[in-house]
């Protein structure tokens, strides 16, 4: 069974504009991770945010986590045509330790 | 970061013959690899959980002699895909947990193709 929902599962915007997506999730997590899939290829990390974190920087990407409300936020600033994919995020659980994924964000970014 | 290596990137197989897809955590030890189907515009479903030494743990509508997983070394899980067919295309991708159990690495996944 699916641990996280991504919201919207579908984003398109035009390059220079932020791109803002979302994470829900059901159970308490060790950590959750956010990765990025082109089209037809594999998965790429883009960040990892653990459970006693707030907020995490990486470039022009920014990931937020809320535990009170079990979810998690990731926005891209200043978007590239280059950023268009899809976006999962993945969260590890305490018991099981199992990286659950959701259904993913495909965003398209254009020109 | 930690690597997991996953090999090959992708095949191409004739229906009825069967592939063996490899995932290796190159600079730490993996008690425990995860594998994950994906078919297209779909998320990563979970398919079975990989214990070095020991029998995997199947998810629920997974064939466990259709795919059959070893994890015979600690930095070593194979998954091979027995008597392929067309519906068994799809993009394979495998993930080693880290030895504080607490972050999980991901190969670059093998899409399969069967014709």
């Known amino acids: 069974s699916q641990q996280g929902e991504e919201d919207p599962q579908a984003l398109s915007i035009q390059e220079g504009e932020n791109a803002t997506m979302n994470c829900s999730y059901k159970t308490s997590i060790n950590n959750l991770q956010w990765y990025r899939q082109n089209s037809g290829r594999g998965l790429v990390h883009l960040i990892l945010i653990r459970s006693n974190e707030r907020e995490k920087h990486s470039g022009r990407l920014r990931v937020t986590l809320d535990t009170s409300k079990k979810s998690s936020s990731l926005l891209i600033t200043a978007s590239r045509a280059a950023d268009t994919a899809s976006y999962f995020c993945a969260t590890i659980t305490g018991g099981s330790y199992i990286p659950t994924f959701g259904r993913g964000t495909s965003l398209i970014v254009h020109p | 970061g930690a690597v997991v290596s996953q090999h090959p990137s992708w095949v191409i197989c004739k229906s009825g013959t069967s592939v063996k897809i490899e995932c290796r955590s190159l600079?730490?030890?993996?008690?425990?690899m995860f594998w994950y189907r994906q078919f297209p515009k779909q998320s990563l479903m979970l398919m079975a959980t990989s214990n070095e030494g020991s029998k995997a743990t199947y998810e629920q509508g997974v064939e466990k002699d259709k795919f059959l997983i070893n994890h015979a070394s600690l930095t070593l899980s194979t998954l091979t895909v027995t008597s392929a067919h067309p519906e068994d295309s799809s993009f394979y991708i495998c993930s080693a947990l880290g030895t504080a159990n607490t972050e999980a690495f991901f190969g670059q996944g093998t899409r399969l193709t069967v014709v």
């Open positions: 600079d730490f030890q993996a008690t425990t």
